[in-house]
């Protein structure tokens, strides 16, 4: 390698670094809170084995025990906010790192989850994280726990997201003074995409609706076409409490169509709108994860259309519906045949009932 390559390939290196360095400090600054962790006072902290939060509210935490030696009787998390206290009991595990106290705990919002629902319910805020142990004359002692200085990796699922019960945010946060805590945020209006179906002459599509405290019959399902917002089609979902049903009204949109269209969906009500989407999973790209096949649909108006009903890069509900020539309605009907008189020496033939193939992967990929 020459002199000038060399000095490219270190310069590169470098900027390399530097970028590295500015988007680690901006995530330092994004997951800081201006709050202080630890009370008047100094408190000694307890740096974490593992905290992590899994499918948006499961809480996993494990650290040492600070008097390995004389293993406590009770060990506490406690959740403080504002003089509310929440606390889980700690269990005691042995690890080759020596005793571990962990707990493994569902995360509730105060509002909108089930007040029966097991778990600590938190309301909005950012909650400080204390260990309390309690040794065998009853004494008690208190212990901050650390930031973690791990960094999640680059990878499929994001490192936090959506509370899949209430739409709640439940996020690991860091103090001023380093200490680790959890800031929770409500869920905002929004309507979720719980699933859909494929059939050979309909899509159905179910979803559910966020932080409504409207009755739930008064909205609708608009189908708009992308591209041009004056062409909506509506459609009245059945609902079950605040969660809901509807068929793409696949007729309607293929009407007068010359080509393939994409169609994109949201629940409306006077001047309310909300997009319909998959917003509640930690999958960093739903349409490069979550595919879904093309499948040719023969609605019952006798349209025949190809449809694929699929995910946006942000995680949106849409349909792409083009029309297909039908050569069934093409083509001219074919006369009846004559009647032939059965000979009274020849048996009847027997009839036969032909059973429907049922399509292969490969069809429907087709």
Sequence with gaps: ????????????????????????????????????????????????????????????????????????????????????????????????????????????????????????????????????????????????????????????TLPHSPSTTSGASFRPVRSVDGHAMIKVSGPREQAELLGFDLYWDRVTVQGRLLTTATPHAAWTVEAVRRGSASRTVRVRPVWDGDRFTFDVPLDAMARDAKGARVWDFQLQRGRSKARLGRRLTDVRHPKKVLRTPFRTIATPAGALLRVHAHLSPAGTFAVNCAPLPNPVAASPAAPLPTPVAASPAAPLPTPTTKTPTTPTPEDSAR
């Excluded at 290196?13 to 970028?19: E, F, I, K, L, N």
């Excluded at 690890?95 to 600590?120: Q, Y």
């Design 1 to 156: 390698m020459n002199d000038a390559l060399l000095s490219q390939a270190v310069k590169a290196v470098s900027r390399a670094r530097r970028t590295a360095g500015r988007v680690r400090r901006r995530v330092e600054r994004i997951n800081t809170v201006p709050a202080l962790g630890a009370r008047v006072g100094a408190r000694p902290t307890l740096s974490p084995v593992h905290l992590s939060l899994l499918s948006g509210r499961t809480l996993n935490l494990a650290v040492r025990c600070p008097s390995p030696g004389t293993p406590p009787e009770q060990a506490r998390l406690v959740f403080e906010h504002r003089g509310r206290r929440q606390s889980v009991t700690l269990a005691q595990e042995t690890h080759p790192e020596g005793l571990l106290l962990t707990a493994t705990v569902s995360l509730r919002h105060a509002e909108h989850d089930a007040p029966e629902a097991s778990g600590p319910h938190l309301s909005d805020g950012v909650w400080r994280l204390t260990v309390v142990t309690t040794d065998r004359t009853g004494n008690e002692s208190r212990y901050g726990i650390a930031d973690p200085t791990a960094v999640a990796p680059e990878g499929p």
